[in-house]
């Protein structure tokens, strides 16, 4: 789960999907090293505490061209953390485990998860609702595998 700085998105994205299963190695990232080592932003432990989530252990880190051999599936949060993370691919194999994560659930609509960071707790709230509905999706495809 990538977002820009993996304080608000990507975080909360890794805590639902953990939620959801058992089987799965699930991390987070951002594509800016703003925020290294930081938990993630108060709002999104909130929302997440809301929905029985405990997202206090996680800390914030960079993308790297390691998490192209260390994961299967890697979601950007928007398209342009996407492009980012393309980027950074070393291979058509790399460039082939990136997608966004809403695709999930809008096949090929290539819509990106609004940022919440300079926005009220609304907006943590209804980016919580989307990645709720895509990891329900990511958890039901993988955990049959």
């Given at each position: 789960?990538?977002c820009?700085g993996?304080?608000?998105?990507?975080?909360?994205?890794?805590?639902?999907?953990?939620?959801?299963?058992?089987?799965?190695?699930v991390?987070?990232?951002?594509?800016?090293?703003?925020?290294?080592?930081?938990?993630?932003?108060?709002r999104?432990?909130?929302?997440?505490?809301?929905?029985?989530?405990n997202?206090?252990?996680?800390?914030?880190?960079?993308?790297?061209?390691?998490?192209?051999?260390?994961?299967?599936?890697?979601?950007a949060?928007?398209?342009?953390?996407?492009?980012?993370?393309?980027?950074?691919?070393?291979?058509q194999?790399?460039?082939?485990?990136?997608?966004?994560?809403?695709?999930?659930i809008?096949?090929?609509?290539?819509?990106?998860?609004?940022?919440?960071?300079?926005?009220?707790?609304?907006?943590?709230?209804?980016?919580?609702?989307?990645?709720?509905?895509?990891?329900?999706?990511?958890?039901?495809?993988?955990?049959?595998?």
């Amino acid at each position: 789960m990538v977002c820009l700085g993996n304080i608000c998105r990507s975080p909360l994205a890794e805590g639902i999907l953990k939620s959801k299963t058992k089987n799965l190695e699930v991390d987070s990232a951002g594509t800016a090293g703003y925020h290294i080592g930081k938990q993630p932003d108060i709002r999104s432990i909130d929302i997440a505490k809301k929905h029985d989530i405990n997202l206090t252990s996680q800390r914030a880190r960079q993308f790297s061209t390691r998490d192209f051999d260390d994961f299967d599936k890697i979601y950007a949060m928007d398209n342009d953390n996407y492009s980012k993370i393309i980027s950074l691919a070393r291979s058509q194999k790399d460039m082939d485990k990136v997608d966004l994560i809403l695709n999930e659930i809008y096949p090929k609509e290539y819509k990106s998860v609004p940022d919440p960071y300079y926005g009220g707790d609304e907006g943590f709230q209804n980016i919580y609702n989307l990645l709720e509905v895509s990891c329900e999706v990511i958890a039901k495809k993988y955990e049959t595998r």
